[in-house]
């Protein structure tokens, strides 16, 4: 168990069941009177940001979570199929889980999987992929120097803006923290 | 050496086969028995130390100075805080090596306001500590609600305490739900706590006796009570004493926003000693 005197950015404590971060903290003590630890907390499931005030005396469960390396398998309808890459157990997460992950996802990708207690919570992406474009229309000739876009579909599925000289077949580099086009890769 | 039992102040320990000893949390365990042998006015400026304060406005160990007064009440504190900010206003407005802060310009007692508890938390949290006795919410609501609405003030003294958050200090005789206790605020911080001085051992006794029975709820060890400071009480004329933080001071003179900028980092600063 914390005590309040643990509390520190970056702290992760379990709260009504739920795995949170700490945020902000801020320790301040008005004259003569006790301690107030006031921290901003996330949810590390949801996002949920919300305050709270804690004094000496409170105890806090430290949040169990675990990072583990795995391997992206395919999807069906039951959801993402992962593969532990050290126990080699299987581990499937459903849609809700994998968010805007799935738009990166490549089969045999290596991915960091979050876990609260045994059950998978997020997903941690490389911060670039390359992905191949399977669907682009031809660019508009002459409309180059405005840096215009045009959609192009990615072989994940997921369409994003690239600039109209992208053709299909290419390779791109994509941030999966903005989910942007980055640079065409030299085939 | 004693400590004054206090719920809310942890010392540091360096007990050994001699029995426990303390780095000094505050230097009125000490000073204050000085009264009742006849010395008026003293003070001490030095290092204090307190175990687990740490954020922009508390360090575990830093520098108070405390100052007592004989045969003289809270109101005499408060016009020596006028005098001594008003003093050291002047030579910092002299100095080019600080910042150009607006409140220097003025003089002290031009920009200086005088607020009861009663009145700050009616006007700033909407409830009343006279009427309603509730510690947590008290101390909750003086951070959240009234340092942010008297941050905005120059000098504030915060005058009059509930007589349940008196600790050492003597109740008010015209109207006992208070005691004559007042905080000194500069900007909404915290610079000075000061008091009639209770000087009265067996009323002192209840009062260290409830601390300990706080220290014990909150699972902290009770701390055995001062017995040679208790014996003295009853011989000391009725007086005023008061602790007053110098590097929060010095913060706000060079207009620092943290004490980080002000004491070096050394000795128990936990971050050095955890590690």
């Known amino acids: 168990m914390y005590e309040s005197s643990d509390l520190r950015k970056g702290l992760k404590i379990i709260i009504d069941g739920q795995p949170y971060i700490i945020t902000e903290f801020q320790f301040s ?22 305050d709270r005030t804690y004094r000496s ?28 890459t050290k126990t080699y157990d299987q581990i499937t ?6 968010g805007e992950a799935k738009n990166f996802l490549q089969d045999n990708m290596e991915v960091d999987l979050l876990f609260f207690n045994e059950t998978p919570i997020s997903i941690n992406l490389p911060n670039f992929v390359q992905l191949e474009v399977v669907k682009a229309d031809p660019g508009v000739k002459g409309d180059t120097a405005t840096g215009a876009t045009k959609p192009a579909t990615l072989e994940t599925g997921y369409t994003i803006q690239v600039p109209l000289f992208i053709e299909e077949g290419e390779i791109l580099k994509i941030d999966t923290r903005t989910g942007q086009y980055v640079e065409r890769v030299k085939g | 050496m004693d400590v004054i039992p206090e719920a809310t102040i942890e010392p540091f320990k360096i007990g050994d086969e001699e029995g426990p000893r303390y780095l000094l949390p505050s230097p009125e365990i000490y000073l204050k028995p000085l009264l009742s042998i006849g010395l008026e006015r003293f003070f001490h400026i030095g290092p204090a130390f307190r175990k687990g304060e740490k954020g922009p406005i508390h360090s575990a160990e830093f520098t108070i100075l405390e100052w007592y007064r004989g045969h003289e009440n809270y109101t005499r504190l408060m016009e020596d805080c006028m005098g001594l900010l008003s003093s050291i206003f002047r030579a910092f407005r002299r100095s080019a090596l600080v910042p150009d802060l607006p409140v220097l310009q003025e003089d002290a007692s031009s920009c200086s306001e005088v607020i009861t508890v009663e009145e700050a938390f009616t006007r700033y949290a909407g409830w009343n500590p006279l009427e309603i006795r509730n510690e947590q919410r008290f101390e909750q609501d003086i951070v959240e609600k009234i340092e942010p609405a008297l941050s905005l003030k120059c000098i504030v003294f915060l005058i009059d305490f509930p007589c349940w958050a008196a600790s050492l200090s003597r109740l008010k005789k015209s109207d006992e739900r208070v005691s004559e206790r007042f905080e000194l605020y500069i900007s909404g911080i915290e610079m000075a706590n000061g008091f009639s001085e209770l000087v009265n051992s067996a009323k002192q006794r209840a009062r260290f006796h409830a601390e300990n029975r706080q220290r014990i709820s909150a699972g902290l060890d009770p701390e055995p009570l001062p017995e040679q400071f208790l014996n003295t009480l009853d011989r000391c004329p009725p007086s005023a004493g008061i602790a007053m933080g110098i590097d929060r001071l010095l913060m706000f003179l060079v207009g620092a926003d943290s004490l980080t900028e002000i004491i070096p980092p050394f000795s128990l600063h936990e971050d050095l000693t955890s590690s």
């Open chain 1, 29 to 50: 003590k008005p004259g003569k009177g006790q301690a107030l630890y006031r921290c901003k907390l996330k949810n590390m499931i949801t996002g949920y940001t919300m």
């Open chain 1, 57 to 84: 005396g409170d105890k806090f469960e430290p949040a169990n979570l675990e990072e583990r390396r795995v391997q992206y398998l395919y999807n069906d309808a039951e959801g993402y199929h992962f593969m532990d």
């Open chain 1, 93 to 98: 997460l459903t849609e809700e889980n994998i």
